[in-house]
């Protein structure tokens, strides 16, 4: 039995769910040998996220290979990327898989040779599937080991969201401290990664949101993140374009797509890009004529998933994940508001992120974590 | 007086416009000295092109700087580009100055230590105006000798869409003879030379016009120019994911903007590239979210009159006007179906500019060849 002192929680491979069972033949040597239950979500089929969804419960072999190793998944959320997954629109989408795409895990058992050891903090390095379950058994080169004094919620937000501000930031336009950046769907886990990696680096954004009841509020909360300016879309419709002469403002970051694209991308200074890494909206992105004619604007869009799987780039993705740890280690980066549940809650989980008007990121726990709280951060 | 067989008509300096008087301050050298009468189509203000364009009668003098020539322009085209300068929304667009911005034309006299002689075929090397005028007096760093074999329509034409077509065909993606692009405006004058230029280099084009009467003439015009595929938008919308599954189409060009954007965008093999070089549905262009981010597009414009005017550019574009005209004399490139208006008949060449159904580019033409039929072409 393993323990670790995670935040105020204690984690321990729960003694209860421990069996013995013949085991699936891919993990027979001939031998009976031990298993845990593990619960997990499955997609039955493609379809309504809200329909095709079933809680199963799946044998977990103890004897492992030697890089193998047994993880516990603390936390892990339930992105749009996950959704676009299970309605079969994302590239590769299948079925009768667990779903998830970004988790944290502790290990809890290792294989003879893996250099992972019990009580290491890890995530998946690929967006890789089988998350939305309690435990799992995989090989130690699909997982990152993360730190120690990474937060549960930080470190199970950490895949997706981050590098992708991370990336934008980075490898699109060479940004100097002061330079000007601008985005819509300021709000989003991306969004708020943007503000919080933009705010350290020394970068100033101008952040765009929807209009909504309580909009003072979200401003101010994102203005305490360290956005330099925050407007809601029909605001930056009367002042863009004096905002945009104002500014030299470089880089753009499109999750929205449709009008809002047009507007972002309307304010680039000559020569600007934008960068597209969602469409919340379902629209089309719209750039007009004479930003790419008279204005030489680029538009161009990022799969952060892709880039991060690509062997060449195995050594920045580490530097990169470092980087990101350190900003929330130090309180530079914080996950964004979350909404916790079980994953016998798993329903209504899918749900409150399919109607997505709550504004949290949703989570599934383990068990263990049930009544974890987020730290109350320097907000 | 200067003669020059060009084509089959006579051009020559009209006696009856030479005249003597007194020139603006800005010729006087303190005598009084020759001058020509010129008439030229002036933008009184900036506006609709049906209202503030007026003939006037300008005096062009006869006693020229050293490096001076006195041009008489043959044949300059009504190009969208003028519209817009003449509406004041392209930037830098002013009135009270001669419109036009390209032409062709014949030197007449030359200064004393120009390099230009008398007969010396010319077209303006920037965009610039007071090209809609009999004559004018110019230093010659502003023109460009173009070959005494070209006939004077592909001349007149030569500046702005072949140049176009080129370096969308050439400085965006590094392309193979046997690799394909798709264009929309298909038919248009920047369209057509795509089609002239692609064939010629050994590339597939495939080319989407919008439907129309006789559209069947049209397809038939259109791949005797050299396409390979021919398709209404209507008939793509059907077919456009078979097409783009078939073929791995590296390149879009872009004229219309709006769905037709989308459309041809959403048919480019992972990471091609659509360049925007004009926007006539006067809507923005849509690019799908999956193609930013799934299928890595990129998107980015032309705007060759600036690429045209950069010095660091000086022997690259000599290169290339070598290389267009010796595609035009080979029976390579062509002018498209052009419709001639005398100056004098300016105020219906704009407004079948404006109203755009006829599908010819209208040039207004020097009286001495209000005649002039255009070459019957291979077609």
């Known amino acids: 039995m393993t323990t670790l002192d995670l935040g105020s929680v204690n984690l321990s491979l729960t003694a209860d769910l421990l069996c013995y069972s013949t085991l699936p033949e891919r993990f027979t040597d001939g031998l009976k040998m031990s298993f845990i239950k ?5 997609i039955s089929q493609l379809g309504d996220p809200t329909k095709v969804l079933k809680l199963v419960t799946q044998k977990v072999p103890l004897n492992l290979g030697t890089t193998d190793v047994l993880v516990k998944w603390l936390a892990s959320p339930i992105n749009p990327l996950d959704i676009n997954r299970i309605q079969g629109v994302y590239p590769g989408s299948q079925s009768d898989v667990v779903g998830g795409s ?33 435990y799992d058994v995989i090989d130690e080169s699909s997982l990152y080991k993360v730190r120690p004094d990474i937060d549960l919620l930080s470190g199970a937000v950490l895949l997706v969201n981050p590098p992708t501000a ?31 990696i933009a705010h350290a680096w020394g970068y100033k954004s101008i952040n765009l949101i929807r209009d909504r009841p309580e909009v003072d509020k979200l401003k101010n909360e994102l203005r305490q993140l360290g956005a330099d300016f925050v407007y809601t879309e029909d605001e930056f ?34 020569g600007g890009t934008i960068v597209t890494y969602g469409g919340m909206s379902k629209k089309a992105s719209e750039i007009s004529t004479s930003s790419f004619v008279f204005r030489n604007i680029k538009a161009c869009g990022v799969a952060v998933g892709n880039w991060m799987m690509m062997d060449e780039n195995k050594a920045e993705v580490s530097q990169m994940l470092e ?28 749900s409150r992120t399919v109607d997505g008007k709550h504004c949290k990121q949703v989570l599934l726990i383990h068990p263990d974590h049930k009544n974890y709280k987020q730290r109350p951060s320097k907000l």
Chains 1, 2 share one sequence.
Request: charged share 20%; net charge negative.
């Open 102 to 134: 970004e988790a944290l895990g502790v290990v809890e058992k290792s294989g003879s040779e893996a250099k992972l050891k019990p009580n290491d903090l890890v995530i998946p390095i690929s967006l890789g599937g089988q998350l939305w379950s309690e």
């Open 166 to 196: 991370y990336v934008m930031l980075k490898h699109f336009v060479k940004l100097q401290p002061g330079d000007y950046i601008i985005q819509n769907s300021a709000n989003s886990g991306v969004g708020r990664a943007v503000i919080e």
């Open 38 to 42: 593990s619960r997990a979500v499955l």
């Open 237 to 270: 419709k009367k002042i863009g374009s004096s905002i945009a002469k104002e500014y030299d403002i470089k880089l753009a970051f499109n999750g929205v797509g449709g009008r809002s694209a047009l507007m972002i991308s309307s304010s680039l200074a000559f």
């Open 323 to 350: 980087e990101l740890q350190q900003l929330i280690v130090e309180g530079k980066l914080h996950p964004p508001p979350v909404e916790l549940h079980e994953l016998n809650d798993f329903g209504e989980a899918i």
